[in-house]
C-alpha cells in the first residue's frame, strides 16, 4: 500500500487499534515512514482528535483479478537453448 494512504485508512481506528498496528510494524518491517504516521496518530488521538469515517476494506492499488495471464504452450516464449558449456548434451561449436 502506498504510504500517502495510509493516514486516510487509518483514520476510522481509534488508539487501540492504531497502537496494534505500531506494534506489528515494529516486530516486523518497522519501516521508519510508516512509524512515524503511525505514532502521530496516536499522538492526534491523545489530544483529543477523534476516529472518522469507516475502515477502508478496498484496495484499489492491488489488482483484484485472480486469474492473472493466460499462460498456456500458445502463449509462451520461444525455446532457448542452454549454453555450450552448461548442458553436456549441447556440444560446443567449432570456432
Not at 481509534?14 to 506489528?24: I, P, R, T
Not at 499522538?43 to 484499489?60: D, R, T, Y
Request: no cysteine; glycine share 10%.
Amino acid at each position: 500500500m502506498p504510504l500517502g494512504t495510509l493516514p486516510s485508512r487509518i483514520s476510522a481506528l481509534d488508539a487501540d487499534g492504531v497502537q496494534q498496528l505500531l506494534e506489528y510494524e515494529e516486530a516486523h518491517g518497522s519501516r521508519l515512514p510508516v512509524v512515524e504516521v503511525l505514532r502521530h496518530r496516536i499522538e492526534a488521538l491523545e489530544q483529543g482528535a477523534q476516529p472518522s469515517g469507516a475502515v477502508e476494506q478496498s484496495m484499489p492499488e492491488v489488482s483484484s483479478t485472480q486469474g492473472g495471464s493466460p499462460v498456456s504452450p500458445a502463449t509462451a516464449g520461444p525455446v532457448i537453448n542452454p549454453p555450450s558449456h552448461g548442458d553436456p548434451t549441447n556440444p560446443a561449436q567449432p570456432r
